[in-house]
Structure formats: C-alpha cells, structure tokens
C-alpha cells in the first residue's frame, strides 16, 4: 500500500509538472484566479483572475478562446495587439481584446502594475496560448501558432 501510494503521488508530480512546463509562466508575472462560472451561453464559461505585472517584466505573445476585458487597478501597462501599435493603459482605464487576437502586455514602469482580466471564453480549451508574431521590434517575421 505504501509503495501504491508513492507511485501514486510521482504521477500527480509528473502530471502537474508537465501541465506547468506546457505554459509556463513568465518572470515578474503572478496570475491569481478568482472565479470560473458557466455561463447561459452553452459551450461558454467566465473567467476572472488578477494578473500582476513586475517593473520591467513582460507577459508575452498570447490569445485566448474568447474575448478578454481588461480593468487596469494599478500602475502603468504598455499592451499590443497584433497588427496594432502599442498603446499605454494606466489605474482605471480599460482595453478589450478581441477574441483570438494575439497581444501581450509589458510594464516599463518601475511600479507594479496590475489587471483584472475577465475571460469570456469556450469552456475546455486552454485559457492561454503562446503564440510567435512579427514584431518590428525585432524586425523578424515570425508565423503565429
């Protein structure tokens, strides 16, 4: 039984590493979910998390399965959306971003900076994607995942 058990908790240690190294999550970036609800929508569900934002740091390419509603509670955020230039989004300001539009978000501050995303999104699939885009700061052109 012992030895059940042991085995037993390697497979929860093997799975849960493995869904972290899937989407890891960046340097300077803390994400702390506060609900998950199903909605009236069938096949939808809502999402809602704090996503915190060191100085300096960067949450990088990305999409969802859904729209994402962006409420800035603290600090000073840079967000970009793909094909679009930057733009800056400060305490009690918002941003929407459209369903599968890829974007990332960097704070150049040397405060925190802080969200509260809300997540309308197909329920079942991944909330995160990771995604590669042309940038022209870096001046590559990069396929999209």
């Given at each position: 039984?012992?030895?059940?058990?042991?085995?037993?908790?390697?497979?929860?240690?093997?799975?849960?590493?493995?869904?972290?190294?899937?989407?890891?999550?960046?340097?300077?970036?803390?994400?702390?979910?506060?609900?998950?609800?199903?909605?009236?929508?069938?096949?939808?569900?809502?999402?809602?998390?704090?996503?915190?934002?060191?100085?300096?740091?960067?949450?990088?390419?990305?999409?969802?399965?859904?729209?994402?509603?962006?409420?800035?509670?603290?600090?000073?955020?840079?967000?970009?959306?793909?094909?679009?230039?930057?733009?800056?989004?400060?305490?009690?300001?918002?941003?929407?971003?459209?369903?599968?539009?890829?974007h990332m978000a960097r704070?150049?501050?040397?405060?925190?900076?802080?969200?509260?995303?809300?997540?309308?999104?197909?329920?079942?699939?991944?909330?995160?994607?990771?995604?590669?885009?042309?940038?022209?700061?870096?001046?590559?052109?990069?396929?999209?995942?």
């Open positions: 039984m012992k030895h059940a058990v042991s085995n037993l908790f390697a497979v929860i240690l093997l799975t849960t590493g493995a869904a972290s190294a899937a989407t890891p999550t960046p340097a300077g970036v803390t994400r702390t979910d506060l609900q998950r609800h199903d909605l009236s929508i069938a096949g939808r569900e809502t999402v809602q998390a704090r996503i915190d934002i060191a100085p300096g740091a960067v949450a990088p390419w990305h999409r969802h399965p859904g729209e994402e509603v962006i409420y800035i509670i603290e600090g000073t955020l840079e967000y970009q959306l793909e094909g679009q230039p930057p733009v800056t989004v400060t305490a009690g300001q918002v941003l929407f971003v459209p369903a599968g539009v890829a704070n150049r501050t040397a405060s925190n900076g802080a969200e509260l995303a809300t997540y309308i999104v197909e329920k079942g699939k991944p909330l995160l994607v990771p995604v590669v885009v042309s940038t022209s700061e870096t001046g590559t052109q990069e396929k999209s995942r």
